[in-house]
């Protein structure tokens, strides 16, 4: 993928935060999906029929589909051997990115709305840009700050409201989720900007690969009533979150990150939850209600802003 797009006015380019913005956006509107059809996965939601797979067999599972995916990309590009340096960073995405987060968010899907589940996940680019501040060396501006705490305000605010002004411990599961997701990201992020986002993600995967092998084989085993037993809306939500959320939608964000920044572009994922919210919707038939729309336009708003503030790279 070329560091800069020609753009359709008289053949100039977009520049490289632009274009980061926009691969971004492409990568935010992949994982908006994941929580519908994880709960799908797991047999949660209106639209599910029949009996779902067990929440660690869907995180652990997609994480290896996603791994022998990678090792194919990976083999097919001829790609070196990441550098010793990269192994830390790498440790991070696994850790946060393929394995926390799609556990964690297992899960709490299993006794969570995925509309309920989106707004939580909204505070996922304040935490981002938090990590990318220590890891990436970034240095946003007290301006970009404001912007990045209004609009989580915004998306706590919206789930405490439809929680009626409590959390569930389920809740808990996904904070601590979005923290080892900020952290995956941030550090792919960096490191992306030498190894390139699709190098990142698939050897983070295929270094998983050696953990996940012997663990999926023995949740199969264990499992083995359960896997025969689950529906065909379950093993679709399962497909979905394997190639999708965890393979291709990281093609599109660690590029991002690694042309626009982990901090500015990590601001697109405001939108993620009402995204998620008009996903779980068609998904899953769960409510949209009208005060979603006058927080998806005030979330929108805040990323504007924030687009324009400034951030020092590292």
Same mark, same amino acid.
């Given at each position: 993928m070329?560091?800069?797009?020609?753009?359709?006015?008289?053949?100039?380019?977009?520049?490289?935060?632009?274009?980061?913005?926009?691969?971004?956006?492409?990568?935010?509107?992949?994982?908006?999906?994941?929580? !519908? &059809?994880?709960?799908? %996965?797991?047999?949660?939601?209106?639209?599910?029929?029949?009996?779902?797979?067990? !929440?660690t067999?869907? %995180?652990?599972?997609?994480?290896?589909?996603?791994?022998?995916?990678?090792?194919?990309?990976?083999?097919?590009?001829?790609a070196?051997?990441?550098?010793?340096?990269?192994?830390?960073?790498?440790?991070?995405?696994?850790?946060?990115?393929?394995?926390?987060?799609p556990?964690?968010t /297992?899960?709490?899907?299993?006794? #969570?709305?995925?509309?309920?589940?989106?707004?939580?996940?909204?505070?996922?680019?304040?935490?981002?840009?938090? &990590?990318?501040?220590?890891?990436?060396?970034?240095?946003?501006?007290?301006?970009?700050?404001?912007?990045?705490s209004?609009?989580?305000?915004?998306?706590v605010?919206?789930?405490l409201?439809?929680?009626?002004?409590?959390?569930?411990w389920?809740?808990l599961a996904i904070?601590? %989720?979005?923290?080892?997701?900020?952290?995956?990201?941030?550090?792919?992020?960096?490191?992306?900007?030498?190894?390139?986002?699709?190098?990142t993600?698939?050897?983070?995967?295929?270094?998983?690969? !050696?953990?996940?092998? !012997?663990?999926?084989?023995?949740?199969?085993r264990?499992?083995? %009533?359960?896997?025969?037993a689950?529906?065909t /809306?379950?093993?679709?939500g &399962?497909a979905?979150?394997?190639?999708?959320?965890?393979?291709?939608?990281? &093609?599109f964000?660690?590029?991002?990150?690694?042309?626009?920044?982990?901090?500015?572009?990590?601001?697109?994922?405001?939108?993620?939850?009402?995204l /998620?919210? #008009?996903?779980?919707?068609?998904?899953?038939?769960?409510? #949209?209600?009208?005060?979603?729309?006058?927080?998806?336009?005030?979330?929108?708003?805040?990323?504007?802003?924030?687009?324009?503030?400034?951030?020092?790279?590292?």
């Amino acid at each position: 993928m070329d560091t800069r797009l020609r753009g359709y006015d008289g053949g100039h380019r977009l520049s490289d935060e632009t274009t980061g913005m926009l691969l971004g956006l492409i990568a935010v509107a992949i994982f908006s999906l994941t929580l !519908p &059809f994880t709960r799908l %996965a797991v047999g949660g939601g209106v639209g599910a029929s029949g009996a779902g797979l067990s !929440p660690t067999f869907v %995180a652990l599972g997609r994480a290896l589909v996603a791994a022998v995916l990678a090792g194919g990309w990976l083999a097919w590009k001829r790609a070196p051997l990441p550098p010793r340096s990269a192994l830390l960073p790498l440790a991070m995405v696994a850790v946060g990115c393929i394995i926390g987060f799609p556990w964690l968010t /297992s899960i709490a899907m299993r006794s #969570l709305p995925a509309a309920h589940g989106a707004v939580l996940v909204g505070i996922l680019p304040l935490a981002t840009a938090v &990590f990318g501040a220590v890891l990436a060396g970034e240095k946003p501006s007290s301006g970009f700050w404001l912007m990045a705490s209004i609009g989580s305000a915004l998306v706590v605010g919206f789930a405490l409201r439809q929680s009626g002004g409590s959390l569930h411990w389920a809740d808990l599961a996904i904070f601590l %989720a979005v923290l080892l997701a900020a952290m995956g990201y941030a550090a792919g992020g960096r490191l992306s900007q030498s190894l390139g986002g699709q190098q990142t993600i698939c050897w983070a995967l295929v270094l998983s690969a !050696p953990v996940l092998l !012997p663990l999926v084989a023995w949740l199969c085993r264990a499992e083995g %009533a359960q896997l025969a037993a689950a529906s065909t /809306s379950a093993w679709s939500g &399962f497909a979905y979150v394997s190639v999708f959320s965890m393979f291709i939608g990281f &093609f599109f964000w660690y590029r991002g990150m690694a042309l626009g920044g982990v901090a500015r572009v990590g601001q697109v994922q405001l939108v993620q939850p009402f995204l /998620s919210l #008009l996903g779980a919707a068609v998904v899953l038939g769960e409510a #949209l209600e009208w005060p979603t729309v006058v927080f998806a336009i005030a979330v929108i708003a805040v990323v504007g802003t924030g687009r324009k503030m400034q951030v020092k790279r590292g």
